[in-house]
């Protein structure tokens, strides 16, 4: 594995584990009934967030400052960061 790659995982599961870490200990276990998202305490959950799509392989697009100003700027609580690791 090309060590860009590495350093692009290692930096997701970072914001990845910080932020799920949050947002666990305030929710708990999602669940569904009937058409409505829930947490532990059967309180509505609304998921917010952005996909990255390819921008793994540009990090002045994707890094640290781009999810703090995502969950600062646009209430973003999930982010969907695709692992794009092959050019072409």
Aim: charged share 15%; net charge positive.
């Amino acid at each position: 594995m090309k060590s860009k790659t590495k350093f692009f995982i290692v930096v997701f599961l970072s914001i990845f584990g910080f932020s799920n870490a949050q947002f666990v200990k305030q929710h708990g276990q999602l669940s569904v009934q009937g058409t409505q998202l829930v947490d532990k305490n059967n309180n509505p959950v609304v998921l917010r967030g952005m996909s990255f799509g390819w921008h793994s392989m540009w990090p002045r697009f994707y890094n640290e400052k781009a999810v703090a100003w995502l969950k600062k700027d646009f209430n973003c609580n999930v982010v969907r960061a695709a692992m794009g690791i092959e050019l072409g």
